[in-house]
Every structure is written in C-alpha cells, then in structure tokens.
C-alpha cells in the first residue's frame, strides 16, 4: 500500500471523526422542568411558569404533574387555563392551621395535574400558576415535577436541586419582601383578585380563576409561550442543520478514500 493511499484513508477516517463530533455536537442539551422566574418576594401573592420541556424525539407528553412543597404550604395556587389541557388540583388538609387575612386556613393545595394536551418532540409548554400567600420565613420552594409520556414512559423530576442532579426538582427563591410587604404592584393586584375569590367561597373560585385569567394576562403569556417556541424552534433548526453537515464531511471522506483507492489499482495495472 502506497503512501498516497494511506494518507487519503487516514483524511477519511478523521473526516468521519470530525462528522460525528459535529453530529454528537448537534444533540440540545437536556433541559429540565423549572420554573419562571425563578425568585419572587417572600410574603406576597406572584404568578410563575412551569416550563416543562419534551426531551424525547419519538414520544409527546401528555401529562404533568406539580407538587407543591409539603413543608411549605400556601394558602392558594391558581393555575391559569391552558388551551388544550384539562387542569385538577388536589387539595390537603394541614397538620398545623395557615392564617391569611386573619382568617384560619386547615387545608391546602398539594398538587396540580395538566393532563389532555399534548408537548410534541423539540417543544415546550408554560403553565401559568398563581400562588400565595407566600411564606415568609422560607428562603425556598421546591416543586417535584412527574412527566407522562405517550409511550407510557414517566420521568421523575424528584432530585436534590444541584448542579449534578440528573432529575431536579424545581426551585422557586424567596427573597426578602419589600418594606410594604408585597413586593410589587403585580403582587398587590394578585392579592386583591385572591382575597375576592375567597370571598365569594371555594366553588366559585375556580371559576373566577378561569373568568379573570381569559383577558389581558393570558394573552401577555401567550406571546411569552410563542416568543420562547420561536427561540426554541430556532436552536433546533440550527441543531439539525450541524448534524447534516457533519454527516456530509464524514461521507466526503469516505468517498475520497474509495476514489483513491481506485486511482491507485488502475495505476497499478
């Protein structure tokens, strides 16, 4: 074997090396159920997003589930209504009674179930939930996280919060509440829409959670879902795009090995 034929079969080889670094290089990082923001002021009322990623390229999921921090109970979490999906939230009676607005509070929501919609592979779903009150001696909320898919895998997002945990659960950092003990406009106005509906009883509640979240607000979160879906579907765009290059240079190779391959027998001959 010649000299040239080796040096073309040693390009080939790291051709193909160089395509699937670039292929492997192309695979998203894994992302995991968090939630927006991710710090709030202690002692208020404040609405988040549960973002729940589909990290699977053959299966949609199809349900979620939330569980409120057991240590840390609040008096009322409100998921805003998300077109396509069914909402259930349980409800836990306290080992130790709440007080808000100086009334006793003996149970409190546990868990929040998203389930009859559908994230499809390489996209995201925000679930807007309100809570409050928020407590004010915690510096934290943790959120365990249960993800269904429709191939009946269920992934577990219970981890230790860390930077090592492969499934962490979600965290929601309480920082020390402003000196009028709200933190913000946007928290003040979630406290009066709470303290209305408490008025009105727990059957009408629901109801107006529904009724007030279907105006402006859904609308603000809306644009936020499809402005993110945007960016999303961007970086999967460009993903895909270096995973076909990589092949390319990786098959280029190939084929300069095989044409060299055949100079040299018709040299030979």
């Known amino acids: 074997m010649s000299r040239t034929l080796t040096r073309f079969r040693t390009a080939a080889?790291?051709?193909?090396?160089?395509?699937?670094?670039?292929?492997?290089?192309?695979?998203?990082?894994?992302?995991?159920?968090?939630?927006?923001?991710?710090?709030?002021?202690?002692?208020?009322?404040?609405?988040?997003?549960v973002k729940v990623p589909n990290e699977r390229?053959?299966?949609?999921?199809?349900?979620?589930?939330?569980?409120?921090?057991?240590?840390?109970?609040?008096?009322?979490?409100?998921?805003?209504p998300v077109p396509g999906w069914e909402i259930e939230v349980e409800i836990t009676e306290l080992e130790e009674p709440l007080e808000v607005h100086g009334n006793q509070i003996t149970e409190a929501p546990s868990k929040i179930i998203w389930s009859g919609g559908e994230i499809q592979p390489g996209m995201f779903q925000q679930f807007p939930v309100s809570l409050g009150r928020l407590p004010e001696d915690a510096g934290q909320l943790v959120f365990k996280a249960i993800q269904t898919y429709d191939n009946d895998e269920i992934v577990r997002w219970i981890d230790e919060p860390s930077?090592?945990?492969?499934?962490?659960?979600?965290?929601?950092?309480?920082?020390?509440?402003?000196?009028?003990?709200?933190?913000?406009?946007?928290?003040?106005?979630?406290?009066?829409?709470?303290?209305?509906?408490?008025?009105?009883?727990s059957g009408e509640e629901g109801e107006g959670a529904g009724d007030g979240d279907a105006g402006s607000p859904a609308s603000s979160e809306t644009s936020e879902t499809s402005a993110a879906s945007d960016s999303g579907d961007s970086a999967d765009t460009a993903a895909r795009v270096l995973a076909v290059l990589g092949l390319l240079v990786g098959a280029a190779g190939v084929t300069l090995a095989l044409?060299?391959?055949?100079?040299?027998?018709?040299?030979g001959s």
């Open 57 to 80: 390229d053959n299966a949609s999921t199809i349900k979620v589930e939330l569980f409120l921090d057991p240590e840390q109970p609040v008096a009322s979490a409100m998921p805003q």
């Open 259 to 267: 044409l060299a391959g055949r100079r040299r027998t018709t040299a």
């Open 163 to 201: 930077e090592d945990a492969e499934h962490p659960a979600a965290v929601l950092t309480l920082t020390p509440a402003a000196e009028d003990g709200h933190g913000s406009a946007s928290a003040d106005e979630d406290e009066e829409a709470e303290t209305a509906a408490q008025t009105d009883g």
């Open 13 to 49: 080889v790291l051709a193909a090396c160089t395509g699937a670094a670039l292929l492997a290089g192309a695979v998203p990082a894994s992302a995991h159920v968090t939630v927006d923001p991710r710090e709030v002021p202690a002692g208020g009322y404040s609405t988040i997003n």
